[in-house]
T-cell receptor, first 111, second 115 residues
Framework: TQLLEQSPQFLSIQEGENLTVYCNSSSVFSSLQWYRQEPGEGPVLLVTVVTGGEVKKLKRLTFQFGDARKDSSLHITAAQPGDTGLYLCAGVGTGGFKTIFGAGTRLFVKA | SQTIHQWPATLVQPVGSPLSLECTVEGTSNPNLYWYRQAAGRGLQLLFYSVGIGQISSEVPQNLSASRPQDRQFILSSKKLLLSDSGFYLC??????????????FGPGTRLTVL
């Protein structure tokens, strides 16, 4: 069974600080997605990474896919209160289209 | 562009009553469709997925059922709700592309409270 473990589960930081969220597995994934979800809304796709070692940037957010395609990280530079939310990673298995979701990291950025 | 709709947005139902949640997708054909349940502030539990009309796969045994009467319509149902059915229900769609790059896109969700 493929599992995705996210850490930390909860993170509370001050505005302007940097942070990194991790998504780890013992399984290889064909691709990995990061989503951001606000309370009472559906998750919104931020990025998809496909190639081992791939790095993608979305303004102050930097996403990296591990070389072995078993893990990923999300780094936020100079966090802002608008970054507050639940960040979910999701991996598509090598066997097909089924997607495995991590439990999420709850980020709270204080002004 | 593709859009996904869910309704109702919120629902309060008594224990033992029936349930019907609807999800529709616009702007694409023959999508894969998914129903998830999310506990408060936590990850997603896949309940059902469908790769085509009338084709439903269940991931966990439960009090719920799903149907896909039309290509872009996915319905989540129950004959008798339990307290444990309370939660945030999310519908999602994907193109079902091969090669491991299939990405899911989510609807706005339905908050179900069973009293």
């Amino acid at each position: 069974t493929q599992l995705l473990e996210q850490s930390p589960q909860f993170l509370s930081i001050q505005e302007g600080e940097n942070l990194t969220v991790y998504c780890n597995s013992s399984s290889v994934f064909s691709s990995l997605q990061w989503y951001r979800q606000e309370p009472g809304e559906g998750p919104v796709l931020l990025v998809t990474v496909v190639t081992g070692g791939e790095v993608k940037k979305l303004k102050r957010l930097t996403f990296q896919f591990g070389d072995a395609r078993k893990d990923s990280s999300l780094h936020i530079t100079a966090a802002q209160p608008g970054d507050t939310g639940l960040y979910l990673c999701a991996g598509v298995g090598t066997g097909g289209f089924k997607t495995i979701f991590g439990a999420g990291t709850r980020l709270f950025v204080k002004a | 562009s593709q859009t996904i709709h869910q309704w109702p947005a919120t629902l309060v139902q008594p224990v033992g009553s029936p349930l019907s949640l609807e999800c529709t997708v616009e702007g694409t054909s023959n999508p894969n469709l998914y129903w998830y349940r999310q506990a408060a502030g936590r990850g997603l539990q896949l309940l059902f997925y469908s790769v085509g009309i009338g084709q439903i796969s269940s991931e966990v045994p439960q009090n719920l059922s799903a149907s896909r009467p039309q290509d872009r319509q996915f319905i989540l149902s129950s004959k008798k709700l339990l307290l444990s059915d309370s939660g945030f229900y999310l519908c999602a769609w994907s193109l079902g592309t091969s090669g491991g790059t299939d990405t899911q896109y989510f609807g706005p969700g339905t908050r179900l409270t069973v009293l």
